[in-house]
Nanobody, 126 residues
Framework: QVQLVESGGGLVQAGGSLRLSCAASGRTFSSYTMGWFRQAPGKEREFVTAINWSGGRTYYADSVKCRFTMSRDNGKNTVYLQMNSLKPDDTAVYYC???????????????????WGQGTQVTVSS
């Protein structure tokens, strides 16, 4: 079993930056594909970004490309989401997710992820 704990959310003005962290338990973290998703009030959960086991491959939703950067530190069992040039539309609860099978199949789809964190709120004011 893997536990994921997100942190780093908060309130920021449009144009500002935040860095989210997701700390994972378990000795097999370094083999997992990891993802970030978000859910705004009244909307479905949507994919934000994913990273492969080594950190050498990433994939971003068009809405965050060139503004957000996902990275990982396998020595610390942690993934990060650096969010720059934030917009009010980025307001959501952000969730970290882990995919046991270390492949790159359907990484933009929530259904392929096995473990989820509790989420952290990000609010961007205009």
């Amino acid at each position: 079993q893997v536990q994921l704990v997100e942190s780093g959310g908060g309130l920021v003005q449009a144009g500002g930056s935040l860095r989210l962290s997701c700390a994972a338990s378990g000795r097999t973290f370094s083999s997992y594909t990891m993802g970030w998703f978000r859910q705004a009030p009244g909307k479905e959960r949507e994919f934000v970004t994913a990273i492969n086991w080594s950190g050498g491959r990433t994939y971003y939703a068009d809405s965050v490309k060139c503004r957000f950067t996902m990275s990982r530190d396998n020595g610390k069992n942690t993934v990060y989401l650096q969010m720059n040039s934030l917009k009010p539309d980025d307001t959501a609860v952000y969730y970290c997710a882990a995919k046991r099978v270390p492949d790159w199949v359907k990484v933009g789809t929530a259904d392929v992820y096995d473990y989820w964190g509790q989420g952290t709120q990000v609010t961007v004011s205009s």
